[in-house]
């Protein structure tokens, strides 16, 4: 399965925009150039979350983001693949979310203020 196979040409899966994703099986990452203005600390760090979870676990994983501007994390295997374990996959993922909540509430908000235009009330 190819990293094209993880997203379409719009750069979406399911009706979601597509931040980044990386594919075990042909060991690729993929980050959206539509948000290149993305600090580069931080795409790095987008990096090595989704590398370190399909190094861990397998699969294909992605970050995307909802019509609303909320963060989605996704993780799933190649139907062929056996040996993926759904469980350590959630487990993780429920890791990611906790661990990382500030960096996704930033992400959050740099949607919704740059991609949506809403206004953030200080």
């Known amino acids: ?10 750069d979406t899966v399911e009706g979601r925009i597509v ?3 990386a594919n075990s099986y042909d060991q690729k990452y993929y ?3 539509k948000f290149e203005k ?7 760090d987008l990096h090595i979350i989704a590398v370190l979870f ?3 676990v397998g699969g294909i994983f ?6 609303d501007g909320e963060i989605r994390l996704d993780a799933h295997p190649d139907e062929s693949d056996i040996m993926y374990d759904s469980v350590s996959a959630g487990l993780l993922l429920g890791e990611i979310r906790k661990n990382r909540a500030e960096l996704f509430e ?5 949607y919704k ?4 235009g809403e206004k953030i009330e200080l």
């Open 31 to 33: 980050f959206n150039p």
């Open 38 to 44: 993305v600090p580069e600390s931080i795409q790095k």
């Open 106 to 110: 930033s992400l959050t908000a740099y």
């Open 62 to 67: 992605t970050i995307s983001f909802e019509d």
């Open 113 to 116: 203020v740059l991609i949506l």
């Open 19 to 21: 931040l980044c994703g």
């Open 1 to 10: 399965m190819s990293e094209k196979n993880m997203i379409n040409d719009n």
């Open 54 to 56: 399909t190094e861990e």
